[in-house]
């Protein structure tokens, strides 16, 4: 139980184009979803706290113009790189949790590499 | 200012020893730490936690030692396979916190030889 997907797990794209990544809890409700970049050797960073229904609570320093986050349901969270550049190249992850379970615990999806030309 | 501090960037042990993984936090108001596995370019994998009312919680080889007093947790393996080479964070949150926020460290890649 407690799976998470995402999608697509890796992408390219030109600078200046947009780009939306899906995330999924397949087998239960997610109350809140949140969102990572990883730098390669680095630790995980919390960019934005999602609850279903209402907005996104983001971390000091991200751009919430940039990184549009949408959680239109218990089971999916959105996240679109709008008009991205090669320093949005990251590894970005979500991760889910739910008060049906250890709401302190967060399963983490399978990552999205995105690099961008 | 890190709240979550893992010192080691690296650890290296053989197959059938102990693996001993340490973990250090600063925020006195975190009362719930859990340890996290992650393989290169997949997410974390959540491996055992521990509430800070316990100072112990073991599940099959992993055992997770919490000192508050230290403000110190360990991850110990045993045995060590060559299947848990990977990097592994250690994560802290406060209950009743903003939505259960996660804290990492900056993790520490732990390599089992054969």
């Known amino acids: 139980g407690a799976v998470v997907s995402q999608h697509p797990s890796w992408v390219i794209c030109k600078s200046g184009t947009s780009v939306k990544i899906e995330c999924r809890s397949l087998?239960?409700?997610?109350?809140?979803m949140f969102w990572y970049r990883q730098f390669p050797k680095q630790s995980l960073m919390l960019m934005a706290t999602?609850?279903?229904?209402?907005?996104?609570?983001?971390e000091q320093g991200v751009e919430k113009d940039k990184f549009l986050i949408n959680h239109a349901s218990l089971t999916l969270s959105t996240l679109t790189v709008t008009s991205a550049h090669p320093e949005d190249s990251s590894f970005y992850i979500c991760?889910?949790?739910?008060?049906?379970?250890?709401?302190?615990?967060?399963?983490f999806g399978p990552g999205t590499r995105l690099t961008v030309l | 200012d890190q709240q979550v501090k893992q010192n080691s960037p690296s650890l290296s042990v053989q197959e059938g020893r102990i693996s001993i993984l340490n973990c250090d936090y600063t925020?006195?108001?975190?009362?719930?730490f859990l340890w996290y596995k992650k393989y290169p370019a997949e997410g974390p994998t959540f491996l055992i936690s521990?509430?800070?009312?316990?100072d112990k919680n073991e599940d099959g080889r992993f055992t997770v030692f919490l000192n508050k007093s230290a403000k110190h947790l360990s991850l110990h393996i045993v045995p060590s396979q060559p299947g848990d080479s990977a990097v592994y964070f250690c994560?802290?949150?406060?209950?009743?916190?903003?939505?259960?926020?996660?804290?990492f460290g900056k993790g520490t890649l732990l390599t089992v030889n054969p």
């Open positions: 994560a802290a949150t406060g209950s009743g916190g903003s939505n259960y926020k996660l804290t």
């Open positions: 991760s889910a949790t739910s008060s049906g379970l250890d709401p302190d615990t967060q399963y």
């Open positions: 999602s609850n279903e229904g209402s907005k996104a609570t983001y």
């Open positions: 087998d239960f409700q997610a109350t809140t």
């Open positions: 925020n006195s108001m975190f009362d719930y």
């Open positions: 521990i509430s800070s009312i316990k």
